[in-house]
């Protein structure tokens, strides 16, 4: 569902983040619009408005395969189309809703002026890949499958959105790993590295693709995010990652930046703004990256 807070930037902005189409906020893996007025994307949308942009944030199921997610927001974009009187949109998707945006810039090009993945896994995560390691069918994985899809229903009820979407933790694992990210990319290439660790191309079907994404899973020990990122972080052996996604894996059309000083929480400003004190503040970067649109015609 689409969050009702869309208005564009206040009296006297700058226009330094004031893009031709709208820009398009999408969440990942049990992400959110809202909750208890606390933004998924903290502090991001207001600033971007600020400077002229017009912003809308989308919900979608918190678990669930790409194309399932993927459906659900084309919904959205459809709406915002209509209600903002602007032919495209400017779409960006965070974890989960990188491979998100991207299966609507795929099937529905004419309404995407650009794709921008943040800490996407496309080329699935070793993560996902330690979990699926559950035996398929068995009483563990019917356990953790049944706790996930609780914990991703509470987080839709809590939402200030009061949609209801279905939750499937399975699902979302078998598009989350590398095999089922695999067979995703099949299907829909628009933008991927035809390299292990290169950049795919720029602009598809008249969609321009980018990326960026961070490489450090501890960055701030007041941040109890920390813990979960670092403990993720295990499963990649040694590969450079922001704690659930690996660097090759976030690349997607033009690369920004791998490597910034951020985990995956960090890449939407979060826990807080609880991010590195030696890193360019997250919002900068956002605010920066629509700036680059507007520079663009997009």
Known sequence: MVSGNVQAGWFGSSGYT????????????LGFDSILGIDYWYGIPAALRRDGASVYVTEVSQLNTSQARGEELLEQVEDIVAISGKAKVNLIGHSHGGPTIRYVAAVSPHLVASATSVGGPHKGSATADF???IPPGSAGEALVAGIVN???????????????????????????????AAKFNAQYPQGIPTSACGEGAYSVNGVRYYSWSGTSP????????????????????????????GRCSSHLGKVIRDNYRMNHLDEVNQTFGLTSLFETDPISVYRQHANRLKNEGL
């Open 150 to 180: 609780g914990l991703g229903a509470l987080i839709n009820f809590l939402s200030a959105s009061n949609s209801t979407t279905p939750q499937n933790a399975l699902g979302t694992i078998e598009s989350l790993n590398s095999v089922g």
């Open 218 to 245: 501890l960055t701030n020990f007041l941040d109890p995010s920390d813990l979960l990122t670092g403990a993720a972080s295990l499963t990649f052996k040694g590969e450079a990652n922001d704690g659930l996604v």
């Open 18 to 29: 004031q893009t031709r189409y709208p820009v398009v906020l999408t969440h990942g893996m």
């Open 131 to 133: 979990i699926r390691q």
